[in-house]
């Protein structure tokens, strides 16, 4: 368990650490740069997942992630994945690659219908 306190950085934006946190206590507040400015995002909470492209797939994390309170998190790095793995049936990491190809589809798609939804008001 990591404890972090108010203000403490969990991770940074365009960092790859290629782990995955989930918040146990506490409240995080999602930052992400737009040009000079940093802006938040969005609230995270208790029983939240961040991190999983990092950790699926040793991406970069698309934000920072910094405390608002005294927070805990469960860190998993891509070793502890890989030795959990071990003990999982064969079907369970290809059926996790596919939920995660799929996860991928619905924000590609949620972004199309964005723009569509957005062409109305650019008329």
């Known amino acids: 368990m990591k404890r972090l306190q ?3 950085v969990l991770f940074s934006e365009g960092e790859t ?14 930052q992400k740069k737009e ?3 940093v802006r938040s995002k969005e609230t995270i909470l208790p029983h939240s997942v961040v991190g999983k492209d990092s950790l699926l797939n040793f991406a970069p994390h698309g ?5 608002m309170e005294t927070s805990e998190v469960e860190e998993i790095s891509q070793e502890e994945l890989s030795s959990a793995f071990k003990n999982m049936p064969a079907w369970f990491s ?3 690659r596919f ?5 991928q589809t619905v924000k590609r ?11 109305p008001t650019s008329l």
């Open 109 to 119: 798609n949620k972004a199309t219908l964005d723009k569509i939804h957005a062409i």
């Open 94 to 96: 290809p059926f996790l």
């Open 63 to 67: 934000y920072t992630l910094r405390a």
């Open 99 to 103: 939920m995660e190809s799929r996860v």
């Open 35 to 37: 040009g000079a400015k």
């Open 6 to 8: 108010a203000r403490d």
């Open 17 to 30: 650490d290629g782990k995955l946190f989930i918040v146990q206590k506490g409240a995080f507040v999602a």
